[in-house]
């Protein structure tokens, strides 16, 4: 460009600004080499500003860490309590509510209506976000719109919005429906999704999933419980053979023993004297007779014999 045309730029457009140009070509053919000399350059107002726009809003979200791996956070396996920012009017609501009936019926979903696109929708998104942060019960947030123009998910890439989002007290999904592009919400939540449905999918556990495996786990329990009963069965059978032997082997001194008493007291035992043909000879008073001074004659008394008591009198001798 020359510098006839060059003042009437006026200052040089930032570096990466899409421009548009009117311009002579030159064909240098030894050389093959193209020139164009530009006469008029104009830099719009669309995609090029809208880019410069999102790198230093991105600069800016770096420089304080808001992209950092350490500061995210993890979901809960079972949420209870889902707050769902987002348009009341658009298909994303539809779809995760669709999601959600399948996936997980328990879960309640809590809407926080705001716009999504339009001049005012980052600040109804800041607004919407700070009421999610009022909510006490909630376990996690997911804030989405469903596609749209670059233009329509630039609400997304504002600095308001991804600074609310790092502000909550809650996990947060960032669920914007981009085809290709990853919005500055994404980079800043604790994790993102392609869509608003695929993120219930993620955060929503399978209720037929957990069904078979509730049933797996039921099975493999009471296969390991009766396998562990049998063992403890065969295990108390042979302790109680065991205690059986031990007991018997413990009994049998004492028995012997007991039985040579016992025949020890029937050798000594008056009945067995008396069963050899011996008697014994007792007062009316229980005393036993030793000599004849004690049976003067018509004296009555008791001769004991083996197989009982016989009355007896003494005579004159």
């Not at 707050?83 to 959600?100: F, N, R």
């Not at 032997?245 to 020890?264: E, I, K, N, T, W």
């Not at 011996?278 to 083996?306: E, H, I, K, N, W």
């Amino acid at each position: 460009m020359w510098k006839t045309y060059n003042v009437k730029v006026g200052a040089p457009p930032p570096e990466g600004t899409e421009v548009y140009v009117l311009a002579g070509p030159t064909v240098f053919e030894k050389r093959g080499e193209l020139n164009l000399s530009v006469a008029v350059m104009l830099p719009t107002s669309g995609v090029g500003q809208a880019q410069l726009a999102k790198e230093r809003v991105r600069a800016a979200l770096e420089k304080d860490g808001l992209f950092d791996p350490a500061r995210k956070r993890r979901f809960p396996a079972h949420p209870r309590r889902i707050a769902v920012v987002t348009s009341l009017d658009g298909a994303a609501l539809h779809d995760m509510i669709t999601v959600t009936r399948r996936r997980w019926r328990s879960v309640r979903l809590y809407l926080v209506p705001a716009q999504v696109q339009g001049a005012e929708a980052p600040a109804a998104l800041v607004r919407a976000l700070a009421v999610v942060n009022r909510l006490t019960k909630v376990d996690l947030c997911v804030i989405g719109r469903g596609g749209g123009s670059r233009e329509d998910l630039g609400t997304f890439d504002d600095e308001r919005v991804c600074r609310a989002v790092a502000a909550l007290r809650v996990p947060c999904m960032s669920a914007v429906g981009h085809e290709t592009d990853v919005s500055l919400t994404d980079l800043v939540a604790d994790a993102f999704a392609p869509t608003p449905s695929a993120a219930m999918e993620r955060l929503l556990p399978d209720l037929q999933e957990t069904v078979r495996h509730a049933e797996s786990l039921a099975s493999r329990l009471a296969h390991g419980l009766g396998r562990r009963t049998e063992l403890l069965a065969a295990r108390l059978a042979r302790s109680g053979d065991r205690m059986q032997v031990s007991m018997s082997r413990r009994l049998q001194l004492p028995r012997a023993r007991l039985d040579r008493y016992a025949g020890q007291l029937e050798a000594l035992s008056p009945l067995k004297v008396l069963g050899r043909g011996y008697s014994v000879a007792r007062l009316p008073d229980g005393t036993v007779v030793r000599r004849t001074a004690q049976l003067p004659a018509g004296t009555g008394f008791t001769l004991r014999v083996s197989d009982g008591d016989v009355a007896s009198r003494s005579e004159a001798g």
